[in-house]
């Protein structure tokens, strides 16, 4: 049977057919070998940290397989959870928390009353004995969702169980409340510490590669390198933009990726994604208060403010997700025509500065660039992405 598009091109899901393995920093050995090698160190915890979307959980997944991994959230664990409780609902054991002993004063008699409840209980040794019997692997991701209370509560239950040999991956974002398990005294020497990088273009590129093999469509290493430069460092918008492709081709009748298709595939990408708002406050900069802003002619006719200029000169070409001030301001310069004079270099550093406390006081959508230490960094490729091709008359 031919498969389909999205069958093989699965920015949201594990990507069965499309499934690369990369190399563990430099180190000649796969990702997944490493994870093996973690998960076979008994009594060890692994911490898997890695940026959003760089391929955590598919990871885990591949390594530990769908019949033996347990995936429970951060999410799942707020601060009335019982740890075991959610551990053992997880593989359908029934766990009812520990026997309680409620002690009743009843009116008018001084006399107590005991009333133990006589509620079946499995204890925790149970639930980790379940789990080392059936070969159960627990991957607590999204870590950094949990409260910082129930963080604490869970090291602290991680600490016992992992000495008793109970296989535990825990998955968080890079300098994210990573604390309670990284920086826990009580945790170090029983850590196996992995570190998921930034996707390279080699590997992007192999992405499409597969994929497009699989279904019989050609292109060129030229188109596939291409492609790999616009998905920055991102593997699920390699996934996104290709099925964009599939979806234009199929509709064309044709079976080979030009060169001519891609524009309108990036566009058609973006639709996927909003960062509307987050371009419109960075462009906006901060309230004036009415004061009026210097404003430039740009090369394509249109008005821009320095904040208005920043913006547009990330999008500009190569894409990149690290820019120090020199190539900023470079850029910049290219965009207004020389009779329109310059911005001096100090204003611009003070406008970055503004837009860096602006995007730092909102929500974490907002957090898609950073400003310090002299240099620009975009966090978030699919932002980059977006300013890039997503701003259609604009
Ligand atoms: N090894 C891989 N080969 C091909 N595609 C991949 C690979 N890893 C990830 N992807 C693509 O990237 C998407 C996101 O991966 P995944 O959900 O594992 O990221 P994550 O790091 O767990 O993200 P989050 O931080 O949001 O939990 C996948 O759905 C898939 O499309
Ligand atoms: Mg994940």
Request: overall charge neutral; hydrophobic content about 35%; glycine content about 4%.
């Amino acid at each position: 049977m031919r498969l389909k598009a999205e069958n093989v091109f699965k920015p949201g899901a594990y990507p069965e057919y499309t499934y690369v393995s990369r190399n563990y920093e430099n180190t000649g050995i796969s990702y997944e070998l490493r994870l093996k090698q973690a998960l076979r160190t008994a009594g060890c915890l692994t911490s898997l940290i890695g940026p959003s979307k760089m391929g955590k959980t598919i990871l885990c997944e591949t390594v530990i397989g769908f019949d033996n991994i347990v995936e429970v959230s951060g999410a799942d664990f707020n601060n009335n959870a019982d740890f075991w409780a959610t551990v053992a609902a997880k593989v359908e054991l029934p766990y009812l928390g520990e026997i309680t002993t409620e002690r009743e004063m009843k009116e008018g008699e001084a006399k107590e009353t005991d009333s133990k409840s006589e509620r079946y209980v499995l204890s925790k040794d149970k639930v980790i004995q379940y789990y080392k019997d059936h070969d159960k692997v627990l991957v607590i991701d999204d870590f950094h969702y949990a409260s910082k209370e129930m963080q604490m509560i869970m090291a602290q239950q991680l600490k016992d169980a992992i000495r008793r040999e109970l296989k535990v991956v825990v998955v968080s974002l890079p300098h994210r409340s990573d604390d309670a398990i990284r920086q826990n005294a009580d945790l170090s020497g029983r850590l196996s510490l992995i570190n998921i990088e930034a996707w390279k273009k080699e590997d992007l590129k192999e992405i499409a590669l597969k994929g497009f093999k699989q279904l019989n469509i050609k292109i060129t290493d030229e188109v596939a390198d291409r492609l790999a430069v616009e998905c920055l460092t991102s593997p699920q918008l390699m996934q996104y933009i290709c099925l964009s492709i599939c979806t234009l081709l199929e509709d064309k009748n044709e079976d080979t990726v030009n060169k001519n298709i891609l524009e309108t595939a990036y566009r058609f990408t973006t639709v996927n994604f909003n960062y509307y708002d987050v371009v419109n406050v960075m462009s906006k900069g901060p309230n004036t208060r009415g004061k009026k802003r210097n404003k430039y002619k740009t090369v394509t006719g249109r008005e821009l403010d320095l904040y208005g200029l920043i913006v547009e000169s990330l999008a500009k070409n190569p894409p990149v997700m690290e820019l120090d001030f020199d190539a900023v301001y470079d850029r910049i310069v290219k965009l207004i025509p020389e009779k329109e004079g310059r911005p001096d270099k100090q204003s611009v550093k003070t406008h970055l500065n503004n837009l860096h406390l602006i995007l730092k006081e909102k929500e974490e959508i907002y957090k898609a660039i950073d400003w310090k230490d002299g240099k620009v960094y975009i966090l978030d490729p699919l932002f980059l992405f977006y300013l890039r091709w997503g701003r259609i008359g604009e």
